[in-house]
Each structure stands twice: as structure tokens, then as C-alpha cells.
């Protein structure tokens, strides 16, 4: 196996486009351990540490663009983050441990696309735009669009995830990534993210996504509306976690049945709403 | 007062005191060397092929690829290897299967190569045509006339003990006392359930690994993380059909065991594959190979019915207990007496029949494992005296209170209490914890979330099994402690060095503790059954008096006087009593000892507990019991109160505080004790939350640290509160008992009975995970 480290975006796609079994290296919080597993056996191992354009968050008039080599913990404690952008922020500080955050990039994170994780839910509640780059330019994809099935996104093959877009609006939105995981550090085993704009207690704005109960992030249109100019009452949020535990898929696992994981969707939204509006 | 006892209040202030760890600086700096630090000249790396199947026979093997692999040194599969049957109460297994594989993870190859890399390569390359079987993995099942046999050959394997008649069973052990059949006329309140617990894996951080060499005369010299160099000596040398003498096994430091090293983990195997290149070999498994390939704790089900009168008296039990002892039998034909023994629990229960079985399933082995059988047991007990308590309308601290065993009381069977410590227990965690007051009132729970409060008492041994003890005086006079104890991370090093350093009045630095070596070490059992302290310290102790004796009459000798008369003055020196300057250094009675007058000091010591009564066989029925349950050593007892919060929304359980009272004897190193306390509890929170080793028709479906849950430090409680109790016991080295194995007993029934007290749901299935928790609370509405 080689390893190379390319300085710039274009040199990396090249040698990307160059060699179908070659595989980009981010932070390596996954990536390695199934390498160790061998689970997958590539021919070369792009490191894109040493690439400036994947890295750091910038402010950029109405949106945040987080590179993606940018690590959880970086994202963490960026206080940029907030209003919608503060549910990344959320789920950024509940990943793993703070070895792993250290090291895992929201890059890496979310082209694994295990619906099991945080970032891929919180990216979808958060609205976020995601960058692919080709050697014929850039596409956006959104977060709804981005991730397709379990271990499966949009991104070509030739394509390498350059930076995600965090719009800033809505403004006076607050947002919470509730993750209920069977130990601190684990996977969620349900995880809730949350944006919602409140105007004395009334909601003017509503994001729902839900991970871990499914191939992809759970995110139903219907729901946001039941939410959307309701004073979000014990019955409406019922009726919103009775759409979601309907629509959601969860397989069996060592986290939880199916069954168990669509039961507690209603009281973790409910539990999600109580918790934002108490921060405010 | 016992002479022990004032000698105990003289004691050097060594004993009891926090003293660091002896080997703290290398293990904090990172430059403790484990087994797999080890490197040897021309060394090979190994890897183990585990089966796919969990029941198959092996139809033919076909190794040539992997052989012809550059860098594979060599390929054994169960037919390269002698046919030597290892195993502790029933020899029962080879170090690679041969005609049969029983689990999935079994190994069935073994490969020496230049590196790990290659070895693993060479293990793809490997062709094996199996011929599948039913696997039996429920056990129950497995004891039903018909099922499908796991050892066609059982009955002519050597055994130690009585074989029952169920082709699958591993031993059958009974214990009767009173006449339990007709004493539940005379109870008011009878209860009577179900339990579950599941297979938990021992999780100590080094995965298993030995590094193994053959010199050029045939002896094998073994380095390996072990709980016992003389136990990895006599499976080697029986595997290779080798005499002891030909087998050296030497411990670096280890990263846990748990009861997981305890016997052999890959040492044979390691030493068959240097054997076999000429070559050093190390084999060190990764966390995925050990949580296949290696053992865990018994898994199981649990009968109970317990009766009492009105004012809370207990008056019978009937207990079955059927545990799972996967493919082989290891320590099963111990465990699962030791957990009859235990059903008992710290109280007086007259009349009382418990059976227990150990099976053999298609699943990994069980073996020894902190407690061993003791907390499946007694989280069946412990929860059904809260019940009972409920129906009775009693506070649960009560009702143990007023069945707690007292001074002259016989447990099970008849063996004598020494120390009857129950209620001291009891009380201390009652008051500490706040008890009254948080049961009667409660304490508000944060939103979502509903508080309880739950207690067990429980009782354990300490003593198992003979060691010896060296102390050496050197011609500086300081001493060299080797008794071939392995310290597996619980601190006993320090222990001894302390009670050396105590005996002798010496400072930690002057006296040098032998890593365990069985060239050099004296003969010992291995680090088990809460007996390091008890056992091999009382050896150190009196190797340590021992040379204390002889300094005394040496010196008595050149400052003529009596041996009464003289005293030891801290830091080496032996003096006369009242007179300062009658004063001689250790060096110089060495040197006289060497030069002059006798030859170099040695202290020796061994020592095996002897019990103060045998069982009595009238008394009682007792059959299969491979070791005899008086023999086993003196008890010690201990109670624990947890206060959590269970989830509304997710059943998830929360443990927040928790008290532990534990007779200790005396501690010797205060902050060890604690540390040990600690370990054990949050060690079974993940027994009683999250931990469960799960198959799924015979394949273990999580073996790795992301799919097994183990707590981490974000999921301990915020303060666990270790309360020492310290009546010293006269039979033990400055009164000091066992705390490792007890303290890890309490905790599923205490945190369980917490739950109940929250949320009004009995759960019988540990881990109590939030699911099982969530359909709990579910029930007990629906009952309402």
C-alpha cells in the first residue's frame, strides 16, 4: 500500500481520479480501524492532512463553511456555531471520546455515512449544504440529498468532500443534539437533532432529524409542518414523534430492537424540545 | 487477647499506610514492560486460526498454500500436536482442536512467521472442509435426554470429580440442610422467581500474549501475562508432554486478569509453535482473538424460592442454578459449587436445598472470573430478599439485619463464621448512605428521571490454596521478598513489600521484590479467589519474622544479651531495648552470618489455610464438590447501597452515588483497598447495565470494544464511597483479608433493587439495559 500526502485539493483528485482502489485518509478515526480489520485493502492511502483548503471554519456572510479536515473537537468549541449552526456544534461535542475527537474530521465522519453517527442527522436538522470536488469543479449537495443508504452517500468516486456549509439563517433559531447511547462514547442508539425558531413560545421555525433509526437521517417535511406555528404542545409534539416512530426504520443491533428504538422517538423529541427551550 | 493481636498493635505504621506503588514510576512514564514489549533474537510472530463453526467436525485440513507463504516458518493444525489433554478438574481440551471444533473462535491452526502480517496471511491460505453440526448453545436445552453431545468422549477424559449422568453436563453439585420440603408449612410469605445473567468478558486492558523459546538442551523458557507462573508451567509442560523442570515461565507486568489468566490462555500453543521452528515465538492476540478465542464469565439461569414468617425470619430456600460452561469445562466443576454455596447469602436460611449445574454449550469457555459464581448467585438472592421484604411490608436493611449471620453461627453445610461481620456491614452502609431518609422521603429526581435506592449484603472467601515465601538478607542488609505471587495490576507487590518492610522495619527501598520466575520463585497457586493478601502474606510475613529471628540471634550473640531484649530500629538496624547505643546494622550481622558464624540468612515460610472444622456430614448433603467448600478459606462479608435514577423516556439507569462496607481485616495499603473497591463495582456496573456477550447461533456477534459496552470513567458514579471495616482476623497477616472478589459480588442486586425502589419494576435479567428496564416499567403499569 502507498501513502502520499498532496499539498493542494487538485493534486489530490488527480491522484484520486488516477487509481479506482485508492482511498482519501482524513482523520483516520475510522478509516484505520477498518484497515486494521481488513475490512479494506487499498492500494494507496491519500492523506489529505496537508491540504489548507480543507481546513478550518470561515465565516462567510449568511453561511459557516467548516473544511473538512476540520476535527470534532475544533468544531466543538467554535462559538461561531450557533443559532442553526449550533446543532453541529451539539452533536460535534457528544462524539466518541476526546481522543477520537481529537483526531476524527467532520469530512471523514460523514463520507463513512454511518447512519449510527452523529454528525449525518445534525447535518440535515442544521440545513447544510455539502461541497463535493471534482477535477471539472464543484457540486452542492444537500445534507437531504448527500446521504443515500447505510455506508452509502452521493460523492463520486472521483469526487472528494471539500467543506461543508452551514446556512446561518434562520436567524434566533436555537437547536439541540440529544443522543441517547447506551454508555458516554458510544453510538447513539437514538439521537435527536433539533432546530427550532420560538417567538414566545410559539414555533415560527422547525427541523427534525433523527439518527439511528434508519439507513440515512430521518427527516419528514410533514413534521417540520406540525411543528412549524404550533405553540408546540404536549399533543402536537406527540403527533410529530408518532409521524417520525411510523416512518422510522432501525434495524436490530446490539444497541437496541427495532422496536425499542422506535418507541422512545416521541419522549426523546419531546425531552429535545424541553431541553432547547430551557437554554433558550 | 490473642498474642497475634498484641503483636498487631505494634505494628511498623508501613501497615495501613497509602504507600505508592512500587512499580508506579515505570507504569506512569510507560516504560513497564508487558509480554508484548518483549523481543528475543530471531524471534517469530504468530497468529491463531479460530473456527467459523461453533459445532463441526473437522473433515480434513489442507495447510500447503499457507506453508508455501514466504515467511511462514510453521503451520500446526490438532493433528501436528501430541495428543495431551489439558484442563483443571477434567482434562478436556487440546491446545488446537482436532477431530472437532466446539465453539466458533476455537483455535484449529496455528502459524509461526517473520511477521504478524504474514502469519495472518498464511491463516487465509488455510483450507478446512467441516462438516457442520447443531450447535447447542442454549442450556437447557443441552440438558435434555437426546440432545445433541458436545464431548462424545467425556467419560474418558481424567477427572478429578464424579461425572453426572447428562452427557452435556460438566458436574451437578447438591447441598441440603434442614428439611426444606416440609418447612414451607410454616411460612407466611413465599416468593419465587427467574434470573438471568449473561456472559461477561473480562475486559483486562492487555489482550493475552506470550512470547516462548526452547534452548538447546529442550527447557522452554515462557514469558506471559498470567495470573500464575506455576499454573502456565503445568499446562506447557502438559501439553508438550514435558516434565515441569523442562518448562520455565517467567511474568512481566500484566494488564489485568480478572480470573480471565488464571489456568493457561495461549501459553501452550506459543510454546508447540517454538518447539516446532527452534525459533522464539510471540503470539499476542488482538481484542478481537481474545474475545472469541479466550474465556468470560458463566452466563445463566437462576431457579430461587425463598420463604419466611411474618416477623421477617427466614426459614427456606429451594435454588437451582444451571450456568453455562461453554465448550470446556475449565474452572466450571468449581464455579458453579462455589455458587450454590453462595445462594445461602450472609443470613441464616434453616432449611435449604440448592442444585447447581455447569453445562457445556457450543459457546466460548467460562472460567474463573472476579467473584466466581458468586454474583450470579447472589444477584438472585439479594434481589428476591427485597421482594420478600416487600410482601412483608419490611425496610430492606431490616430484614437482612435481622437474619444477618452472627458470631457461632454456621454457614451452609456447617463450616464455622470467624468473624461475624454482617451486621457491622449493614449498619455502616445503612448510615453512611443516608439510608432512612432517602428510602422514606426520596430525593427529588432531576426532570425525566425517577431516584431510588437499593441495598445487598454479601458474603465471599479468602484463602485458597498454599504458597511460600523467600526473604533473602543481603550483605548490605537490605532483603530480596520472592514468593512467585503476580501482581495483575491489584498491587500485591507493594502489599508484600510493605509486610515485609514491616517485619523487618526496613524501608520500601531496601527491600527488593522478585518478579515471579518459576526457576527461582518458590512453588505457589496463582492470583485468585481474593487469597494474595491472606495467603501468600501470611508466608511473606513469617519468611519475613523468620530472618528477623536469626538477626536477633546473631545479635543477641555479639551484644550478649536476649533476644527478648533486643528491638529493630526503622531502616535496618537491631538494637537493645532502652540502650541507644547498643545498636548494629543488618550489614553487619550479614557479614558475620557470610564470613563468620552460619552461613547467609534465609527466611522460609509456607502456609496453607487450615480450616478450624471440617464439614459436617451429618449435618447435611453434599455431593459434587471437587474441592471441599471448608477448604476454600475464611469468609468475609460486605454491603453496598447504590442510588440511581432510571430514564422515564428510554429506561436508561443512571447510578449516581455508592457505598460500599467491607470488612477488610485490616488494610495494609489503604489506597489499594479503596482502588480495589472501586475497580470491582465499576467493573460490575457494566455486570448490571451494559455488559452481555451475545451469540447468535454459536457466532459471538459482538467481539470488540465498540459493539461490548464496558462503563467508562463518564459512567462511574460521581463518589463511591469505600467504608473499611478492620477487625482484624488472627489467623492473617496483620489481620488482613481478601477484598478483591467481594466487593465486585454486590453490585447487580444493589443496582437492581435501586431500580425497583425507582420505578416499581423488578428487573430479573441482567444487564439491566434500558430496553429490558423500559419493558420493566411497562409491565408493572400494565399490573397496576
Known amino acids: 500500500m502507498k501513502y502520499v500526502e498532496p499539498t493542494s485539493l487538485s493534486e489530490a483528485l488527480e491522484i484520486l481520479a488516477g487509481d479506482d482502489e485508492a482511498r482519501c485518509l482524513a482523520g483516520g478515526a475510522t478509516l484505520v480501524a477498518m484497515l486494521n480489520a481488513d475490512l479494506v485493502e487499498p492500494s494507496t492511502l491519500i492523506g489529505l492532512r496537508r491540504i489548507d483548503e480543507l481546513a478550518g471554519i470561515t465565516a462567510t456572510g449568511d453561511q459557516l463553511r467548516i473544511g473538512a479536515m476540520t476535527t470534532h473537537a475544533q468544531i466543538a468549541v467554535d462559538g461561531r456555531l450557533t443559532g442553526n449552526a449550533a446543532v453541529v456544534r451539539d452533536a460535534a461535542r457528544q462524539i466518541a471520546h476526546p481522543a477520537i475527537r481529537n483526531m476524527g474530521t467532520i469530512g471523514g465522519a460523514i463520507c463513512h455515512a454511518d447512519p449510527n453517527a452523529d454528525f449525518p442527522g445534525a447535518l440535515v436538522a442544521a440545513n447544510a449544504v455539502l461541497v463535493a470536488a471534482g477535477q471539472s469543479g464543484t457540486r452542492q449537495i444537500p445534507a437531504d440529498e448527500f446521504f443515500l443508504d447505510y455506508l452509502e452517500t452521493s460523492l463520486e468516486e472521483d469526487e472528494i468532500l471539500s467543506a461543508v456549509m452551514l446556512p446561518v439563517e434562520p436567524s434566533g433559531a436555537g437547536a439541540r443534539h440529544l443522543k441517547f447511547s447506551r454508555t458516554h462514547g458510544d453510538y447513539a442508539t437514538v439521537s435527536i437533532s433539533l432546530v427550532l425558531v420560538l417567538d414566545a413560545g410559539a414555533c415560527s421555525y422547525a427541523r427534525v432529524a433523527v439518527g439511528s433509526v434508519g439507513p440515512t437521517p430521518l427527516h419528514l417535511t410533514e413534521v417540520d409542518e406540525i411543528l412549524t406555528g404550533s405553540d408546540l404542545a404536549g399533543e402536537t409534539i406527540r403527533q410529530a414523534g408518532r409521524k417520525l416512530m411510523e416512518a422510522a426504520d432501525p434495524v436490530d443491533d446490539v444497541r437496541g430492537s427495532a422496536e425499542y428504538r422506535r418507541m422512545i422517538i416521541p419522549g426523546l423529541l419531546q425531552r429535545a424540545v424541553d431541553e432547547l427551550r430551557e437554554v433558550g | ?784
Not at chain 2, 491463516?123 to 458436545?150: C, M, N, Q, S
Not at chain 2, 558464624?597 to 478450624?612: D, R
Not at chain 2, 488482613?736 to 435479567?765: D, L
Request: proline content about 6%; some cysteine; charged content about 20%.
Open chain 2, 1 to 784: 487477647m490473642s498474642a497475634n493481636m498484641a503483636d498487631n498493635m505494634q505494628v511498623n505504621p508501613i501497615i495501613g499506610a497509602s504507600v505508592p506503588r512500587i512499580e508506579g514510576p515505570e507504569k506512569a512514564s510507560g516504560r513497564a514492560i508487558y509480554t508484548d514489549d518483549i523481543t528475543r533474537p530471531g524471534m517469530l510472530h504468530a497468529a491463531l486460526l479460530g473456527s467459523h463453526y461453533a459445532h463441526a467436525r473437522i473433515l480434513s485440513v489442507d495447510t500447503s498454500a499457507a506453508r508455501a507463504l514466504p515467511g511462514v516458518k510453521a503451520v500446526l493444525v490438532g493433528t501436528d500436536l501430541p495428543h495431551n489433554y489439558i484442563g483443571m478438574f477434567i482434562k478436556d481440551q487440546l491446545p488446537l482442536a482436532r477431530d472437532k471444533v466446539r465453539y466458533s473462535g476455537e483455535p484449529v491452526a496455528a502459524v509461526a512467521a517473520i511477521d504478524v502480517q504474514t502469519a495472518r496471511r498464511a491463516l487465509r491460505l488455510i483450507e478446512i472442509e467441516y462438516e457442520e453440526l447443531e450447535p447447542v448453545t442454549d442450556i437447557e436445552e443441552a440438558l435434555k435426554p437426546g440432545a445433541t453431545v458436545i464431548h462424545e468422549q467425556r467419560d474418558e477424559y481424567p477427572t478429578m470429580y464424579e461425572l453426572p449422568r447428562e452427557p452435556n453436563a460438566i458436574c451437578f453439585t447438591e447441598f441440603m440442610e434442614g428439611d426444606p420440603s416440609s418447612a414451607w408449612d410454616q411460612c407466611d410469605v413465599i416468593v419465587e422467581d427467574e434470573y438471568q445473567v449473561p456472559a461477561q468478558y473480562h475486559m483486562y486492558m492487555e489482550p493475552s500474549s506470550t512470547v516462548a523459546e526452547m534452548d538447546g538442551n529442550g527447557k522452554v523458557t515462557v514469558w506471559t501475562s498470567t495470573q500464575g507462573v506455576a499454573r502456565s508451567q503445568m499446562y506447557t509442560a502438559l501439553a508438550m508432554g514435558l516434565p515441569m523442570s523442562k518448562v520455565r515461565v517467567i511474568a512481566p507486568r500484566i494488564g489485568g486478569g480478572f480470573g480471565g489468566k488464571c489456568e493457561f490462555t495461549n501459553q501452550p500453543i506459543t510454546a508447540l509453535l517454538a518447539q516446532a521452528t527452534g525459533r522464539p515465538v510471540k503470539l499476542t492476540f488482538s481484542r478481537e482473538d481474545d474475545m472469541t478465542m479466550m474465556k468470560r464469565r458463566h452466563g445463566g439461569r437462576i431457579y430461587m424460592k425463598t420463604g419466611a414468617t411474618k416477623d421477617g425470619t427466614l426459614v427456606a430456600r429451594d435454588c437451582r442454578i444451571v450456568l453455562d460452561g461453554g465448550a470446556y469445562a475449565d474452572e466450571s466443576p468449581e464455579v458453579s459449587p462455589v455458587a450454590a454455596f453462595f445462594s445461602q447469602g450472609p443470613y441464616r436460611i434453616p432449611n435449604m436445598r440448592v442444585e447447581a449445574w455447569s453445562v457445556y454449550t457450543n459457546l466460548s469457555r467460562a472460567s474463573a472470573f472476579r467473584g466466581f459464581g458468586n454474583p450470579q448467585a447472589t444477584f438472585a438472592s439479594e434481589s428476591q430478599l427485597d421482594d420478600l421484604a416487600e410482601q412483608l411490608g419490611m425496610d430492606p436493611v431490616e430484614l437482612r439485619l435481622a437474619n444477618a449471620l452472627e458470631q457461632d453461627d454456621k454457614f451452609f453445610c456447617g463450616k464455622t463464621i470467624e468473624k461475624a461481620t454482617m451486621k457491622a456491614c449493614l449498619e455502616k452502609v445503612r448510615d453512611a448512605s443516608d439510608w432512612a431518609g432517602k428510602r422514606l422521603h426520596g430525593t427529588p429526581a432531576r426532570p425525566g428521571k425517577k431516584r431510588g435506592i437499593g441495598v445487598a449484603g454479601m458474603s465471599h472467601i479468602s484463602g485458597l490454596a498454599g504458597a511460600g515465601a523467600n526473604v533473602l538478607l543481603n550483605e548490605d542488609g537490605s532483603v530480596t521478598l520472592n514468593c512467585g505471587a503476580v501482581d495483575i495490576g491489584q498491587g500485591s507487590d507493594t502489599i508484600f513489600t510493605q509486610i515485609v518492610a514491616a517485619a523487618l522495619a526496613l524501608d520500601m527501598d531496601q527491600v527488593n521484590f522478585a518478579a515471579p520466575d518459576t526457576d527461582s520463585s518458590p512453588y505457589q497457586f496463582q492470583t485468585s479467589a481474593s487469597r494474595n493478601t491472606y495467603v501468600i502474606g501470611n508466608a511473606v510475613k513469617k519468611a519475613g519474622d523468620d530472618v528477623r529471628e536469626q538477626i536477633y540471634r546473631h545479635a543477641g550473640e555479639i551484644l550478649e544479651c536476649n533476644s527478648a531484649d533486643l528491638e529493630l530500629r526503622q531502616g535496618g538496624v537491631v538494637g537493645v531495648k532502652g540502650v541507644p547505643d547498643a545498636a548494629l546494622p543488618f550489614a553487619a550481622i550479614a557479614g558475620r552470618a557470610l564470613w563468620q558464624e552460619g552461613g547467609p540468612i534465609m527466611g522460609t515460610h509456607n502456609w496453607l489455610y487450615t480450616p478450624q472444622d471440617r464439614m459436617d456430614p451429618k449435618r447435611m448433603l453434599l455431593r459434587g464438590f471437587a474441592l471441599m467448600p471448608d477448604a476454600i478459606g475464611i469468609f468475609t462479608f460486605g454491603a453496598q447501597v447504590a442510588e440511581v435514577e432510571v430514564d422515564e423516556v428510554t429506561g436508561q439507569v443512571e447510578v449516581l452515588e455508592y457505598w460500599a462496607a467491607h470488612d477488610v481485616g485490616k488494610a495494609i495499603n489503604k489506597a489499594s483497598v479503596e482502588g480495589q473497591i472501586e475497580g470491582g463495582i465499576v467493573q460490575m456496573l457494566g455486570y448490571a447495565l451494559t455488559e452481555e456477550m451475545l451469540w447468535d447461533n454459536g457466532r459471538m456477534i459482538n467481539p470488540t470494544m465498540m459493539d461490548y459496552k464496558i462503563p467508562g470513567m463518564a459512567d462511574a458514579p460521581y463518589k463511591i464511597h469505600s467504608l473499611l471495616i478492620e477487625e482484624a482476623e488472627e489467623s492473617a497477616p496483620y489481620g488482613a483479608k481478601g477484598v478483591g472478589e467481594i466487593c465486585a459480588v454486590g453490585p447487580a442486586p444493589a443496582i437492581a433493587n435501586a431500580i425497583k425502589n425507582a420505578v416499581g419494576a423488578r428487573v430479573n435479567q441482567i444487564p439491566a439495559t434500558p430496553e429490558r428496564v423500559l419493558k420493566a416499567m411497562q409491565s408493572a403499569d400494565d399490573a397496576d
